[in-house]
T-cell receptor, first 117, second 113 residues
């Protein structure tokens, strides 16, 4: 399968613990996005990378959240000192952007469901 | 700031009947518009997209959508719904500068009876 892969699929953690999620994008894609989706809502943008550079961060991304994309390949999203309000589906997407603005649409992974108890 | 409104939270359609899901967007320039579908516990799959040109776009699984600039709408349609179409549908808008970050609506849950 050459789609976007996210691990783990499910994570249950106690409040105050740190968690880390991983996203492996489609191999030739240079852009990688993180979104958060809470129950009954559409996905909300968190941050995105072009290659290894983090180009944009949403105001939703508090200082407890950090994302990295070393070497421009896979990405990790870490949440420190988790709170119950962090419970959500965390979606990763990737796309290919070429010079001049052409490219592909975003392809989404199946998400990581986080439950903070 | 861009925004998307999907006024219907739930819609129930009989199998074989036609379907229209509404989407209104707010964006200052020419938008990039998308419809995604999400099955329970799954990620999002792109149904179709509009960037420019013909305002009626065809997508996968027999879906189509029509861009109406005057109404700021991008409604999704299907002439005959199948039970397997039951899922949540999201409309999204992106910046006209390219394949940028997306702003999603809250979604419409389609139930097929």
């Amino acid at each position: 399968d050459t789609g976007v892969s996210q691990n783990p699929r499910h994570k249950i953690t106690k409040r105050g613990q740190n968690v880390t999620f991983r996203c492996d994008p489609i191999s030739e894609h240079n852009r990688l996005y993180w979104y958060r989706q809470t129950l009954g809502q559409g996905p909300e943008f968190l941050t995105y990378f072009q290659n290894e550079a983090q180009l944009e961060k949403s105001r939703l991304l508090s200082d407890r959240f950090s994302a990295e994309r070393p070497k421009g390949s896979f990405s990790t999203l870490e949440i420190q000192r988790t709170e119950q309000g962090d419970s959500a589906m965390y979606l990763c997407a990737s796309s290919l952007t070429r010079q001049g603005g052409s490219g592909t649409e975003a392809f989404f992974g199946q998400g990581t469901r986080l439950t903070v108890v | 700031a861009q925004s998307v409104t999907q006024p219907d939270i739930h819609i129930t359609v009989s199998e074989g009947a036609s379907l229209e899901l509404r989407c209104n967007y707010s964006y200052g320039a020419t938008p990039y518009l998308f419809w995604y579908v999400q099955s329970p516990g799954q990620g999002l799959q792109l149904l179709l997209k509009y960037f420019s040109g013909d305002t009626l776009v065809q997508g996968i699984k027999g879906f189509e959508a029509e861009f109406k600039r005057s109404q700021s709408s991008f409604n999704l349609r299907k002439p005959s719904v199948h039970w397997s179409d039951a899922a949540e549908y999201f409309c999204a808008v992106g910046a006209s500068s390219g394949y940028s970050t997306l702003t999603f609506g809250k979604g419409t849950m389609l139930l097929v009876s």
